[in-house]
């Protein structure tokens, strides 16, 4: 079947322009996780959504960014005003939901975005 | 506060060598440790994941292995090739969220 789906693949903003990008988990998993990957860093957890609501936004590195998911499937994550240092691949991520046993998690391309 | 790390950052080897890749993380309870590749440009793969119930895992020339109590965990590949070249990154489930804690990579280049 399909796998995480997002879009853009790319994405180039002018500095203090909003920008939205989209998550399409696979369908079903009821989990969805937004990583940030910026050059030369690792992985770092943004927020994680069980169903619609968002239990962990620990990660979210100021109240530029938010994150909404709808109907238990598609997210959609903000950053607004957006700066130089929001510059980085954004991951999404998606699984299962088994209680005591993490299933593994699954993830997108990335997208790409550019603050000029 | 969990923290992954992973030895070395960088690596060649040439075809056909076995190699070791090491990952260790400061704090054992954990739920399961994952193992993922990234080709430039794209995407997490997954490769392995092993629950902390386990001891080991093995998918084709991959095997990892994973000691919680001393905090480690090694990917093995087995006579390398140079479509393995790529960024090997090992992660952790601290939590119930299924969120993943992940190390800074370490960046594989087999040489034909």
């Known amino acids: 079947g399909a796998g995480v789906s997002q879009s853009p693949s790319n994405k180039v903003t002018e500095k203090g322009k909003d920008v939205e990008l989209r998550c399409d988990p696979i369908s079903g998993h009821t989990a969805l996780y937004w990583y940030r990957q910026s050059l030369g860093q690792g992985l770092e957890f943004l927020i994680y959504f069980q169903g619609n609501s968002a239990p962990d936004k620990s990660g979210l590195p100021s109240d530029r960014f938010s994150a909404e998911r709808t109907g238990g499937s598609v997210s959609t994550l903000t950053i607004q005003r957006t700066q130089q240092e929001d510059s980085a691949v954004y991951l999404c991520a998606s699984s299962l939901w088994q209680g005591r046993q993490n299933p593994p998690l699954h993830f997108g391309n990335g997208t790409r975005l550019t603050v000029t | 506060k969990q923290e992954v790390t992973q030895i070395p950052a960088a690596l060649s080897v040439p075809e056909g060598e076995n190699l070791v890749l090491n990952c260790s993380f400061t704090d054992s309870a954990i739920y399961n440790l994952q193992w993922f590749r990234q080709d430039p440009g794209k995407g997490l793969t997954s490769l392995l994941l092993?629950?902390?119930?386990?001891r080991e895992q093995t998918s084709g020339r991959l095997n990892a292995s994973l000691d919680k109590s001393s905090g480690r965990s090694t990917l093995y590949i087995a006579a390398s090739q140079p479509g393995d070249s790529a960024t090997y990154l090992c992660?952790?489930?601290?939590?119930?969220?299924?969120?993943?804690?992940f190390g800074q990579g370490t960046t594989l280049q087999v040489k034909p």
């Open positions: 092993i629950q902390s119930s386990q």
């Open positions: 992660a952790v489930s601290s939590s119930n969220t299924g969120k993943l804690i």
